[in-house]
C-alpha cells in the first residue's frame, strides 16, 4: 500500500530552523513531482513548493529565499529544509507525491498525515 510518512515538524523560536523529511514507501513505479503544502488554522491549504523528477523547483513568494526543497530519487524521499523561520509559518505542513504504482498504472497523488510547526516570537 502507498503511503507517505513525514518528520521532522516541532517547535521553534522566530529564526530558527527546521528540516522536514517525507519518505514514500509501498508500490512505487515511479515518482513524478513532489511536494510541500501548509494549513494554518482557520486558513485555506497552500502550495510551499514542488520539485518535479527534472526540472525546476517552484516556491511561494513568502518563502523564497528561507526554504529548500529537494529530493533524493533513491530513497523517494522529498526535503524541505526551512530557515529563518518566521511565526507566520506556522502551520500543519503535508506533503504530497504524483506516483505510478505500476508501469501501465495511471499518476495518482498521495498524500503525508502531516506535520506540525510551530514558531514562535
Known amino acids: 500500500q502507498l503511503q507517505l510518512v513525514e518528520s521532522g515538524g516541532g517547535w521553534v523560536q522566530a529564526g530558527g530552523s527546521l528540516r522536514l523529511s517525507c519518505a514514500a514507501s509501498?508500490?512505487?513505479?515511479?515518482?513524478?513531482?513532489m511536494g510541500w503544502y501548509r494549513q494554518a488554522p482557520g486558513k485555506q491549504r497552500e502550495l510551499v513548493a514542488t520539485?518535479?523528477?527534472?526540472?525546476?523547483?517552484k516556491y511561494a513568494d513568502s518563502v523564497k529565499g528561507r526554504f529548500t526543497i529537494s529530493r533524493d530519487n533513491a530513497k523517494n524521499t522529498v526535503y524541505l529544509q526551512m530557515n529563518s523561520l518566521k511565526p507566520e509559518d506556522t502551520a500543519v505542513y503535508s506533503c504530497?507525491?504524483?506516483?505510478?504504482?505500476?508501469?501501465?498504472?495511471?499518476?495518482?497523488?498521495?498524500w503525508g498525515q502531516g506535520t506540525q510547526v510551530t514558531v514562535s516570537s
Open positions: 509501498g508500490s512505487i513505479f515511479s515518482i513524478n513531482t
Open positions: 520539485i518535479p523528477s527534472g526540472g525546476s523547483t
Open positions: 504530497n507525491a504524483v506516483v505510478r504504482q505500476s508501469w501501465n498504472a495511471l499518476f495518482e497523488i498521495a
